[in-house]
């Protein structure tokens, strides 16, 4: 499978993805971490893939998404930004009621 095939997989399979350094357990740079906080914070499950472990990915998903750094989030297919735009998402009470509304809708789809 092509590398941008498999990205437009994952970004279309998983309602709410970062693409981050690492895993949510154990990020490997600091504005992984801060954006993985910021998430589980909102409190709803999301997918992630570790580019670190994915070299084919890293390369890609810059010119795919026109978007140059990691972490990357993703809600229902579009692309929310970096570690920037998650922070200030989360400090104005932005991205709890984005992902409670993505997971919902993804719910309601699996039934």
């Known amino acids: 499978m092509e ?3 498999k990205i437009k997989e994952q970004i279309a399979e998983h309602p ?13 740079c600091g504005f992984s971490a801060q954006s993985v906080q910021a998430l589980m914070n909102c409190g709803e499950q999301f997918a992630y893939v ?28 579009e692309l929310i930004g970096g570690c920037d735009i998650i922070l200030e998402m989360f400090q104005q ?12 809708s993804s719910e309601d789809e699996a039934k």
Do not use: H, V
């Open 3 to 5: 590398t941008i095939d």
């Open 50 to 77: 570790d580019i670190l472990l994915n070299p084919d990915i890293r390369s890609e998903l810059p010119k795919f998404a026109d978007w140059p750094t990691f972490p990357q989030l993703w809600i229902k297919g």
């Open 93 to 104: 009470g932005e991205l709890q009621p984005l992902l409670k509304e993505a997971a919902l």
């Open 16 to 28: 709410i993805l970062l693409y981050m350094k690492g895993s949510p357990k154990l990020p490997s």
